[in-house]
């Protein structure tokens, strides 16, 4: 893959992390919820949660995912990441995620990073389905 098309992918998730859907595996009923990822210049994803909620359950059961960023109001950018998610007890990345985000995590998690409640998923992408318009072909990145 280009560096170029990376980039592309990258900003197409990076300005529509705010109209995020997450799919996980409910027993094999599909479960869509929106959610606000953190995105890296390196294609690395990450989704906050918290520990107890269902995705959290899901994901523990069937870690397979599918998360999708649709640019707003036309749907004219697309980028759908399938992969697995991965619950991460690590601090440090903990942390490291947490002063990356573009919204005020304290919010929610008032106690911070170390909370019990903060719950980290990380997102390995196994292919990103993706196009820049509704003109150009969909293409697909795969990590080597």
């Not at 008032?110 to 150009?136: A, M, Q, V, Y």
Request: net charge positive; proline share 6%.
């Amino acid at each position: 893959m280009s560096s170029s098309d990376k980039h592309k992918i990258v900003g197409i998730m990076k300005g529509n992390s705010l109209h995020v859907y997450l799919a996980t595996c409910d027993g094999d009923q599909p479960r869509v919820r929106p959610v606000s990822p953190i995105v890296e210049d390196d294609i690395s994803i990450w989704i906050t949660t918290y520990s107890t909620s269902r995705k959290v359950k899901q994901i523990q059961q069937n870690p397979k995912i599918c998360l999708t960023f649709v640019e707003q109001p036309s749907g004219d950018k697309v980028a759908i990441v399938i992969g697995e998610a991965e619950i991460i007890k690590n601090l440090v990345d903990k942390k490291r995620v947490w002063g990356l985000a573009t919204f005020d995590l304290s919010e929610h998690f008032p106690n911070g990073p170390k909370s019990n409640e903060f719950c980290l998923l990380k997102i390995n992408i196994k292919k990103i389905e993706w196009r820049d318009s509704w003109t150009s072909k969909v293409k697909i990145y795969e990590p080597a």
